[in-house]
């Protein structure tokens, strides 16, 4: 009877974990996916948000030329004076509200990016240009 309980206990416990990582995945996923294991500089709070609202475009995911241009898999190999111009165009497009673009977040309402999102992004491409040779 004992037993019985301490299973039901575990098993409990069991599903509260499977549930979690169901709703909540990024709790128990890192948020350093690609973007950060590629971007080292790029803190978790960024990568989550560029994972979730660029990568759809501008990843290996991705193919085009949203890609061709930017894409954030391959940016670490981008040679300094191309990455400072690109670190300066991904502030410079969010600021204005550019990106994403205005049709994909009318279809993902939720990726549209908050002021704090814009601030985080920024600072992080400011921070990444000055340490950019
Ligand atoms: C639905 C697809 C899509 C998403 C999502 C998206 N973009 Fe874009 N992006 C594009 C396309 C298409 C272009 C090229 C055409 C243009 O500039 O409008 C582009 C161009 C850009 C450029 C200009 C690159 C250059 O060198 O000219 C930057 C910078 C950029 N995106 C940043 C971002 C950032 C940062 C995010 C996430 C916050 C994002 N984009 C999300 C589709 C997307």
Same mark, same amino acid.
């Given at each position: 009877m004992v037993m019985k309980n301490y299973l039901k206990i575990v098993l409990f416990f069991v599903i509260v974990v499977v549930l979690m990582s169901w709703k909540f995945p990024e709790t128990f996923i890192s948020? @350093?996916?690609d973007a950060a294991i590629q971007i080292?500089?790029?803190p978790d709070s960024v990568a989550l948000i560029v994972e979730k609202?660029?990568?759809?475009?501008?990843?290996? @995911?991705a193919s085009g030329l949203s890609a061709s241009l930017l894409n954030f898999e391959k940016f670490?190999?981008?040679k300094p004076n191309k990455k400072a111009k690109k670190l300066d165009a991904i502030c410079d497009e969010i600021s204005r509200g550019k990106m994403p673009p205005a049709g994909f977040i009318s279809k993902n309402p939720g990726l549209k990016l908050s002021g704090s999102d814009i601030q985080k992004i920024c600072s992080w491409t400011k921070s990444e240009k000055d340490v950019t040779p």
């Open positions: 948020p @350093k996916y080292t500089t790029m609202s660029c990568y759809p475009c501008h990843s290996n @995911k670490s190999a981008l």
